[in-house]
């Protein structure tokens, strides 16, 4: 029961609400869209990930038979159902935005149409999987944007939240424009370059600082950069002037601690007097898309951010809202009235405009119209199975490049007003809506 | 390469360290220590979990033909690298504090004595790993204790980040006294009470609500827990006195929007004047410790708490202080000195003292030392092989329960002053850690 895999990993009442539907004979076709209701405050867009990684989860979904037994012995099932489970597949038809596709609030990520069953299975894991890509590479993309070209990589894996997330902030900091990871295991499945430096272990294993420098500058002379701030930063930087006047090459120095910014500073100008001007300066430690923006306004002579922590938990907003919602059942559009979590329901598309190149407003409309714009929503599966290629994260990061820089600038400003980018509601969904409160409960 | 098993999950210095490590023969033992330097805000203890997942990852860590491929081909390394990497089993020494224990800051959390580069190679995924689960035991834990013996349940998987911590989520919330979990998977593999009640999309569809209401009260007629804010609260509650009235039994209603605390007294009255005193009331929806405090202080007649996002993400604080440094190398005790960032060096231990049942104060010494109160780590693996055997979540939940009984009412509280329980350090470790200091380097 792996799981990443298991149809297990699921809410218990998606069993005994299919349980329900399986008794009372309920396997009409339902939609199902995954959208998100509201931005956290202050950010002006965010960028839809993880379906990829729904796809492939879908194509394979079955119960196991320690999986079954389980739901044999659970006590929360009648005798059968288990039966009924072992032949469950994912059937249907999917539409989704790409991986990397810059959305807004109520916009559909994601549509799922298959028997009812199947749709409400699928729901917490589907949402478990978008709603950590989409929030990682989200929060990355702002990071990328504050750091205006400058050199980012990823350093979160050990306080990322587990290996899936570790492995999700790897691929989402990749696609949304950082230069590479430290995380391996991203290096070998995504295709993502991997980068490293040294820990303060390396130099604590040895009994002088300048032994460590000497021997990993030996071990790793294609890649010399060296941390140091183990016992004294200042000092550090003089011993890195030493070696370098001992013919070892160096090509870049991290600073962990302190002040970064006035660190940076003095560093600099330890390591030009030594003739280092080609020396790199990487700073990490707790840092986030607003440290690194400060540090950039303050001029601070940084030439590339390890980001970690901050990053891979999303630490200022670690959760993005996001809705699973029933739009249609039966032929029959449906909407809950909830307070404040109101949707709008049908089956639903997004048609982007463009004008010069620049994203001009968005027109959320019943899937079968078609007002002006292009599409965003486009068929991922049918009959569950895949009907577009799996893209390779190269192709995903390019999409999010060209997304980021035809985003207008209010959207893309590390504080952007509320609701900036303007999205429209098209009049036939309006009315959809309106027929659909009509309606008595 | 399942990343919750790879040696591959880790952070590319290591295994260029690593490297070097090997290139010049240092292969002594080495002593790391994993631990908290301090507290988030507000916060009177936390609780460490996750070490038997460590345990159980080091028994079977071993490099895969296909991640020594990624090795000999991603270029950062010599030839012969992989070749050595195959050998690599962890044949070190653990000592750890069992999962929930609870612990205050600078106290080691585990203390791995290995061959320098196995000790190296492990530390992401142990931080990794005891990060999240100690995380997520921490923040459960005040939950619980704000909840005063109410019932609460985990309803988090969904926007857990991933596959991994939500079922870290399920497992910790277990064990910090929660009554159960929504996630079927993590009752399949540790054994903890499932729960669950319908979701909105049940009720959407149908035509009508009270058709939802006797349909699910039909198929699961031995736990009928009623969601009832679709479209109208009042109404909802209405007809579930209408439903009970027709005979269907009815043992709860849940409440997941709005006012949870104005709209569970207009439910509870609407139920008592139907006659349904018995029946309970669950709410959900955006909750936390802090709010469950303030539903329980204005009184609210709320009978069960569904937790989730923001207790799985851990939201006000996804992330807590955490480091994994080489104590002891060669024989001698090691600290950096990075600003901000300094540790009791040497091997240590935790003893902690007891006055009339209540935890009066603990001691953190040097590991052979034998100052008063129970030595809080505990051998858990020689020679690579695990020596303590695995625990249930049962009784781990109970450790954690006893531990929170014991802990002085103002650790306890939700706003904890700083560093509230006395932590001494023994005269023979702060000697250790002064001639340390006096090393040159």
């Not at 995380?183 to 040294?198: H, K, Q, R, S, W």
């Not at 630490?315 to 559009?333: N, R, S, T």
């Amino acid at each position: 029961m792996d799981p990443a895999r298991s149809p297990l990993l699921t809410d218990l009442y998606q069993l005994t609400m299919i349980d329900s539907y399986l008794q009372r004979g309920m396997r009409g076709p339902a939609s199902f869209e995954l959208f998100s209701r509201k931005l956290p405050p202050g950010r002006g867009f965010y960028i839809a990930s993880g379906i990829e990684a729904v796809v492939d989860w879908l194509t394979t979904m079955r119960f196991s038979e320690a999986e079954l037994a389980w739901i044999r012995e659970c006590g929360h099932f009648r005798a059968g159902f288990a039966e009924e489970l072992a032949q469950l597949r994912f059937t249907g038809h999917v539409e989704a935005v790409p991986d990397g596709t810059i959305l807004f609030p109520q916009e559909p990520i994601l549509r799922v149409t298959a028997p009812l069953p199947e749709a409400q299975l699928i729901e917490s894991r589907v949402m478990n999987l978008v709603h950590l890509h989409s929030l990682l590479t989200s929060k990355a993309a702002r990071a990328v944007l504050a750091a205006d070209g400058r050199r980012l990589v990823d350093f979160g894996m050990r306080r990322a939240h587990g290996a899936e997330a570790a492995m999700a902030a790897a691929r989402s900091t990749w696609i949304a424009g950082y230069a590479g990871t430290a995380t391996c295991l991203a290096g070998a499945l995504y295709e993502i370059p991997t980068v490293g430096t040294m820990a303060h272990s390396y130099v604590l294993a040895f009994d002088r600082e300048i032994d460590a420098f000497r021997a990993f500058a030996t071990a790793h002379p294609e890649n010399v950069v060296l941390l140091i701030d183990t016992y004294d930063t200042a000092e550090g930087a003089g011993k890195v002037v030493e070696l370098a006047h001992e013919g070892y090459p160096v090509h870049g120095v991290r600073i962990d601690s302190g002040d970064l910014g006035a660190e940076a500073r003095r560093v600099r100008r330890i390591l030009d007097e030594g003739g280092l001007g080609q020396v790199r300066i990487l700073v990490s430690g707790d840092l986030d898309e607003y440290a690194v923006a400060r540090l950039r306004a303050d001029g601070a002579p940084v030439d590339g951010f390890g980001l970690g922590t901050r990053m891979d938990t999303a630490a200022d907003q670690p959760h993005l809202d996001m809705a699973y919602k029933l739009q249609e059942y039966g032929g029959v559009a449906r909407r809950k009235r909830s307070v404040g979590k109101v949707h709008w329901p049908g089956r639903k598309q997004v048609r982007r405009r463009f004008i010069d190149g620049m994203a001009a407003g968005d027109t959320l409309c019943l899937a079968d119209e078609e007002p002006a714009g292009d599409p965003l929503l486009t068929e991922m599966m049918d009959g569950g199975r895949r009907t577009r290629a799996a893209e390779s994260t190269a192709v995903i990061r390019e999409r999010v490049a060209a997304g980021l820089a035809t985003l207008p600038k209010a959207c893309r400003a590390l504080e952007a007003e509320p609701d900036i980018y303007p999205v429209e509601v098209s009049s036939r969904l309006r009315d959809c809506a309106a027929a659909t409160d009509r309606q008595r409960h």
